[in-house]
């Protein structure tokens, strides 16, 4: 029996010292990476995630920011006179990240010219101001994007441990989405060009480049006492078409009035972001007049297409008034879509105006010869197949489904405009693809501003102050 029980303290202590063995290893490989205080909190972690290190605990980070603090930072000169400022206290600094409770002690230093106080570690760190920290808002605004917040709330705790309310979701989430403009969740330049490198081939047409518009009606709340309504989002996707293949290039969607429209799409043509002579430009859309409105502003040498699908529903809107019989119909109906394919426009129209209607064939008649009249030089539909541009507006009429509709139309939803527009814009980053450079540039711009002149901390080498 005390053979036994010896063996299992010989095989407990040996897992004890493998145990400790693998722990100093892996806080000496976190120690190396954790960089204090030349990169941020948040950027820190982002680098602990990069080396795939997801699951640590607090507490060892705890233990090497402070002490990593306290090695390179000794005293505090005041950035609004320079003066040496007295240490006043210490404070214990509670704060959540996504791996959990980070504590440690941060010290007060006063000015007494100045009669201010100073919190360095708290700059040094770019800590955001409440317990919840830039890591835990990246991720939040994340989630909220996709699923309603109290489901945010709900998949952080099981993920994250992270106990959130929904209304700190909101919070959250519309803070980072407030910073969200069209031009920071923009692809870069760079980007783009090597997706068009990608596709071009030699002595071969060069590939179109194509920007697809639309409009999707989302729920929204009005004033208090008034009913509420659905309102337009607005959204254009940029896409590159080489044959068959679509190639995503930008997104950007928004509940506004046309004129905002037009100067989103102003805004993603003076970025420059895309090389005209590399590529053929192509706007298609539905007969929305705001959309050609804006095109034709924006790109005024482009090829325009209606959408095809679209333009045959409005054919057979009219055939379905006109023609009771149905093989009369459908005969009409091959003659017209074979007239459109060979530029036959002129051909189709007088057809129509010389038939003799009255009542709701006669009214479906003059807006079909309304609509095609004023979509004449967009319906060379053959000529546009050939040359490998495309027949149907299906790319944003895809993107209205999974950037707006999945999120904004959830049962019992009504959403202010401006919440809405944030969610919108929150998304179209993710499918950009920039949703991760934009935080990084988000947290950034978050940092104190102490006026002019930086806190002078004095810097500590091998403990002796340079």
């Keep these: 029996m005390q053979t036994a029980l010896n063996q299992s303290d010989i095989y407990k202590e040996r897992a004890h010292r493998k145990y400790f063995s693998d722990m100093k290893e892996l806080f000496d490989n976190v120690y190396d990476i954790i960089d204090v205080p030349g990169l941020s909190l948040f950027e820190n972690i982002e680098k602990l995630c990069e ?26 000169e005041c950035p609004l ?65 996709s699923v309603p917040f109290d489901e945010t709330a709900e998949i952080l705790y099981d993920t994250h441990g992270l106990s959130l309310s929904q209304a700190t979701v909101h919070e959250l989430t519309n803070e980072l989405a407030a910073h969200a403009r069209l031009e920071e969740i923009s692809p870069e330049a760079a980007t783009i060009h090597e997706i068009i490198e990608q596709a071009t081939r030699p002595n071969k047409a060069r590939p ?25 989002a607005k959204g254009i996707r940029v896409y590159l078409l080489d044959g068959q293949h679509l190639a995503q290039v930008l997104s950007w969607h928004q509940i506004c009035d046309k004129h905002r429209f037009k100067s989103f799409l102003q805004q993603i043509k003076q970025q420059n972001l895309f090389p005209e002579d590399k590529v053929r430009i192509c706007c298609i859309g539905d007969g929305a007049g705001w959309i050609w409105e804006a095109m034709e502003e924006a ?50 129209l007088a057809g129509l105006r010389r038939m003799k209607l009255t009542g709701e064939a006669a009214e479906k008649r003059d807006a079909l010869c309304s609509y095609l009249s004023k979509n004449k030089d967009r319906m060379d539909y053959g000529k546009a197949k050939r040359g490998g541009y495309p027949l149907g507006s299906g790319a944003i009429e895809s993107a209205n489904k999974f950037i707006s509709h999945i999120r904004l139309k959830r049962s019992g939803a009504w959403w202010k405009v401006d919440l809405a527009n944030n969610i919108l814009a929150l998304r179209c980053s993710r499918y950009n693809k920039s949703f991760d450079r934009f935080f990084a540039a988000y947290e950034k711009s978050q940092r104190q501003d102490l006026g002019s002149a930086q806190p002078h901390l004095s810097l500590c080498q091998g403990g002796r102050r340079k």
């Excluded at 959990?100 to 700059?123: H, Q």
């Design 299 to 348: 790109f005024p040498d482009a090829r325009q297409i209606l959408d095809y699908y679209h333009c045959q529903e409005h054919i057979h809107e009219f055939a379905n008034a006109r023609f009771a019989d149905k093989a009369a119909r459908d005969k009409w109906l091959r003659e017209t879509t074979n007239r459109l394919f060979q530029n036959k426009l002129s051909s189709v």
């Design 81 to 145: 006179c320079g003066c040496k400022c007295s240490h006043n206290k210490k404070s214990k600094r509670h704060i959540e990240t996504t791996y959990g409770t980070v504590s440690f002690d941060s010290p007060y230093y006063k000015c007494k010219n100045c009669d201010k106080f100073y919190e360095p570690y708290v700059s040094a760190l770019n800590l955001r101001k409440g317990k919840y920290q830039y890591d835990v808002q990246k991720i939040v605004a994340k989630v909220a994007s």
């Design 208 to 232: 179109v480049l194509v920007f697809a518009a639309d409009g999707a009606m989302s729920p929204t709340r009005t004033e208090k006492g008034k009913p509420n309504a659905w309102k337009e």
């Design 51 to 76: 080396h795939k290190l997801y699951n640590l605990d607090p507490k060892m980070l705890s233990a090497i920011i402070e002490t990593k603090l306290e090695h390179y930072f000794s005293g505090f």
